[in-house]
């Protein structure tokens, strides 16, 4: 029984030394994390006998990284004491911005110097063509009309027939425009002194378009200042060659034009 009671008491007695033993540690390690971070001061340079020692930690250090594991630096305790936390790098790089399409800023060209331009341009066009018409009414007052007349009779057919005036065309048309009685193709305004009028015609047999001839003739006529100058074209076709060639083998063209030119005076205006 006595031999019992020993190993209890010898057992309370060490787990009261256990007890005691971590109730220690555990005080040491609250002291550790409780001690304030320490001042940062210009070091001074150490004398010349101590440095020799420098390159050795000192002994609380040593002990303090023993017991503590790894050392506990400036930021580590300001984070757990609940401190503002560190400021960014200055060297850190601020996010980029988009690069600007240039398709969408850059601008379409200015049109409003060239639409300025053609107007311009458009107006002075205007006002000389109503020059033009004033001068043709004021200093030429020469007025002249040209009439043709087809008298190649049935067996011919009129393909076609172009006026030149100082070689500008004035007319152009066919047969069906043109009868024997005559038709006015031409009324305006011409300049005193000497002009040309070219007759082209194309005329084709009604029995065999076969046979057919072109036909330029040139006029060269006078305009009187201050009158009304009257041309007449007449066109004579007594040609036999379609409906005698094929019979007798023998047949002629027998074409002109003739052009006749009056002068009259000027209605009053």
Same mark, same amino acid.
């Given at each position: 029984?006595?031999?019992?009671?020993?190993?209890?008491?010898?057992?309370?007695?060490?787990?009261?030394?256990?007890?005691?033993?971590?109730?220690?540690?555990?005080?040491?390690?609250?002291?550790?994390?409780?001690?304030? #971070?320490?001042?940062?001061?210009?070091?001074?340079?150490?004398?010349?006998?101590?440095?020799a &020692?420098?390159?050795?930690?000192?002994?609380?250090?040593s002990?303090?990284?023993?017991e &503590?594991?790894?050392?506990?630096?400036?930021?580590e305790?300001?984070?757990?004491? &609940?401190?503002?936390?560190?400021?960014p790098?200055?060297?850190?790089?601020?996010?980029?911005?988009?690069?600007?399409?240039?398709?969408?800023?850059?601008?379409?060209?200015?049109?409003?110097?060239?639409r300025?331009?053609?107007?311009?341009?458009?107006?002075?066009?205007?006002?000389?063509?109503?020059?033009?018409?004033?001068?043709?009414?004021?200093?030429?007052?020469?007025?002249?009309?040209?009439?043709?007349?087809?008298?190649?009779?049935?067996?011919?057919?009129?393909?076609?027939?172009?006026?030149?005036?100082?070689?500008? #065309?004035?007319?152009?048309?066919?047969?069906?425009?043109?009868?024997?009685?005559?038709?006015?193709?031409?009324?305006?305004?011409?300049? #005193?002194?000497?002009?040309?009028?070219?007759?082209?015609?194309?005329?084709?047999?009604?029995?065999?378009?076969?046979?057919?001839?072109?036909?330029?003739?040139?006029?060269?006529?006078?305009?009187?200042?201050?009158?009304?100058?009257?041309?007449?074209?007449?066109?004579?076709?007594?040609?036999?060659?379609?409906?005698?060639?094929?019979?007798?083998?023998?047949?002629?063209?027998?074409?002109?034009?003739?052009?006749?030119?009056?002068?009259?005076?000027?209605?009053?205006?």
């Amino acid at each position: 029984m006595a031999h019992y009671r020993a190993l209890i008491c010898i057992a309370l007695a060490a787990v009261f030394v256990l007890v005691a033993a971590t109730d220690a540690d555990a005080q040491r390690r609250r002291r550790r994390r409780r001690r304030p #971070p320490p001042q940062e001061t210009q070091q001074a340079e150490p004398p010349p006998d101590q440095e020799a &020692g420098d390159g050795a930690p000192a002994e609380g250090d040593s002990d303090a990284q023993a017991e &503590g594991g790894a050392q506990v630096g400036p930021a580590e305790v300001g984070d757990e004491a &609940g401190g503002p936390a560190a400021a960014p790098s200055p060297g850190a790089a601020a996010p980029e911005e988009p690069a600007a399409d240039p398709f969408l800023d850059a601008e379409g060209p200015d049109l409003g110097p060239i639409r300025e331009e053609f107007t311009a341009i458009m107006d002075e066009l205007v006002q000389v063509r109503s020059r033009v018409a004033v001068l043709g009414r004021q200093l030429f007052r020469t007025r002249m009309t040209v009439s043709v007349q087809n008298r190649a009779g049935d067996d011919n057919n009129l393909a076609s027939m172009v006026l030149k005036l100082d070689g500008a #065309p004035i007319f152009q048309g066919e047969g069906g425009e043109v009868s024997e009685d005559g038709a006015q193709v031409f009324d305006g305004f011409a300049a #005193p002194g000497p002009h040309v009028l070219t007759i082209e015609v194309e005329q084709r047999a009604r029995a065999n378009d076969e046979y057919r001839y072109e036909l330029r003739d040139t006029y060269r006529f006078q305009v009187i200042r201050d009158r009304l100058i009257e041309v007449t074209i007449v066109l004579d076709d007594d040609s036999d060659i379609a409906e005698d060639f094929e019979d007798d083998e023998e047949g002629e063209f027998d074409v002109r034009t003739r052009m006749r030119v009056a002068t009259r005076a000027l209605a009053s205006q």
